[in-house]
């Protein structure tokens, strides 16, 4: 739980440190403010002056550096986490289709709480954050399957997607990447070595890995036939 605790609280911190002007969101023009959905500043408490909001903002960095220091842990991590749902919102209150962070209840606030309120002593709290991690990988995973199905998932589409945000300069260095030389041999070896770790962990562990079959999408369709 302490190096869960330092891990969570250091990431925290990292995006906050990174967002220095966060609360400055809040003194937009009003008409900026139309087309956000009814009754969200309420839902997250957007009612101080500015001068409030940014020595709160203060305010959680200090509690993440003391959960991540274990100072005062409980009130910290709670405090860190209750501070973080009123802020992690603005990250993209603009946006057309509102992300996690318009929740508020990103992993880390969450995670935050569970360290927070559940007793150190015992195994379930480790296990329930740990999940909310992974739960991360898992429903984005859910989401693109329900939004394109197995086809995002093709090395055609992927290499598509990068190519887009290359040309629009959000992954400047995505056509490089794309085109490496050996791109494609690091994928012939690293590919086989994960299906052979995941089919070992069977008799090893008893553990089968569900997803392994997605492995199958990195074989290009010309090898398959010609194979």
């Not at 919102?89 to 360290?115: H, K, M, N, Q, W």
């Not at 069977?202 to 392994?212: D, E, K, M």
Request: with cysteine.
């Amino acid at each position: 739980m302490k190096l869960a605790r330092i891990v969570v609280a250091a990431h925290a911190l990292w995006l906050v440190g990174s967002r220095p002007c966060l609360p400055a969101v809040l003194e937009w023009p009003t008409e900026l403010w139309a087309g956000t959905p009814t009754g969200i500043s309420l839902r997250y408490l957007w009612l101080f002056t500015p001068g409030v909001e940014r020595l709160l903002y203060a305010a959680l960095a200090l509690a993440l550096i003391l959960a991540i220091f274990g100072v005062a842990t409980r009130a910290s991590c709670v405090g860190a986490a209750l501070l973080l749902y009123h802020f992690a919102p603005l990250e993209d209150v603009f946006s057309v289709a509102y992300g996690p962070y318009v929740r508020g209840l990103t992993a880390d606030v969450i995670v935050l709480a569970i360290l927070g309120f559940a007793p150190s002593q015992r195994r379930w709290p480790l296990t329930l954050l740990r999940c909310v991690v992974a739960s991360q990988y898992v429903f984005s995973t859910v989401s693109k399957l329900h939004v394109a199905g197995m086809s995002w998932f093709q090395g055609e589409n992927i290499r598509d997607l990068a190519i887009l945000f290359d040309r629009l300069q959000v992954a400047p260095h995505a056509h490089t990447i794309i085109e490496h030389p050996t791109l494609r041999p690091a994928a012939m070896i690293v590919v086989p070595l994960a299906a052979l770790a995941q089919i070992a962990a069977v008799p090893l562990f008893g553990i089968v890995f569900l997803g392994a079959p997605l492995l199958l999408v990195f074989v290009e369709r010309e090898e398959v036939v010609s194979g």
